[in-house]
Nanobody, 124 residues
Framework: QVQLVESGGGLVQAGGSLRLSCAAS????????MGWFRQAPGREREFVAA????????YDTDSVKGRFTISRDNAKNTLNLQMNSLKPEDTAVYYC?????????????????WGQGTQVTVSS
């Protein structure tokens, strides 16, 4: 069993930055695809970014590419999301997720483990 715990969320002004982290326990995640998703009030969960075991990454191009950077530290069993130039529309609960099988995926249905989420609020 894998436990994922997100941290680093908070309240920030538009244009500011936050760094989210996801700590994993129960199993080493070095071989897993890891992803970040977010869900804003009244909206469906949406894909943000994902990274393979060897560091290849994909992003939701329209909304975050160029502003967000996903990274992982396999030695520390952690996943990170550096968020710069934040906008009010980035306000959401951010979730990290782990996918056991290989292959980068954008659909949350293809991830096996989820954290509880961390709130990010961007004020205008």
């Amino acid at each position: 069993q894998v436990q994922l715990v997100e941290s680093g969320g908070g309240l920030v002004q538009a244009g500011g930055s936050l760094r989210l982290s996801c700590a994993a326990s129960g199993r080493t995640l070095s071989r897993y695809v890891m992803g970040w998703f977010r869900q804003a009030p009244g909206r469906e969960r949406e894909f943000v970014a994902a990274i393979s075991s060897i560091g290849v990454s994909i992003y939701d191009t329209d909304s975050v590419k160029g502003r967000f950077t996903i990274s992982r530290d396999n030695a520390k069993n952690t996943l990170n999301l550096q968020m710069n130039s934040l906008k009010p529309e980035d306000t959401a609960v951010y979730y990290c997720a782990a996918r056991v099988t290989s292959g980068l995926r954008r659909s949350g249905n293809e991830y096996d483990y989820w954290g509880q989420g961390t709130q990010v609020t961007v004020s205008s």
